[in-house]
């Protein structure tokens, strides 16, 4: 067992309830808590105090470099994302190769597996599915076909 200095000993501590330091001997902390050790050779016991004034400061520098990390990463997505609409996006008279560039633009702007990627994906699913119907429904499918192509426009 290691001591609270950090070197081997034998000796054990055993910890006091947490007091209000106010009423406790000496400090200018909140709370403390006091290690006793078994040995009776130890006079002194060892005292961890703490302060709600020291946590809260040390909160405040912590939390404010977070804030400073969060602000700088705000600030490039901000650019990023003017960059990325100042970009066109190619367009195609065909449904099939308009979804495609778009699911290219989806992975390069946003990420891939990201943002529209699965509804790009399905939408490309719909137009590529196999189209062996019988020929009234065929042109049911034909007029749902050309619904949905000229709603995305």
């Known amino acids: 067992m290691r001591s609270v200095d950090g070197t081997k000993s034998a000796d054990k501590y055993f910890a006091s309830w947490s007091s209000d330091v106010s009423s406790s001997i000496g400090g200018n902390d909140d709370y403390s808590v006091y290690l006793y050790s078994n040995n009776p050779d130890v006079d002194q016991p060892v005292r961890f105090s703490m302060s709600f004034a020291k ?6 520098n912590r939390y404010s470099l977070l804030s400073n990390v969060v602000s700088v990463i705000e600030k490039k997505h901000g ?10 996006i190619g367009r195609s008279s065909n449904v099939v190769e308009q979804l495609q560039i778009l699911l290219k633009e989806n992975s390069t702007r946003i990420r891939k597996d990201d943002g529209c990627h699965y509804d790009i994906l399905t939408l490309i699913e719909l137009f590529t599915a196999p189209q062996d119907f019988l020929e009234q429904e065929r042109q049911e499918v034909a007029q749902y076909l050309n619904f949905t192509a000229c709603i995305g426009r």
Request: without cysteine; hydrophobic residues 50%.
């Open 55 to 60: 946590i809260h400061e040390y909160m405040v």
């Open 79 to 88: 650019i990023f994302i003017a960059e990325q609409r100042q970009l066109r």
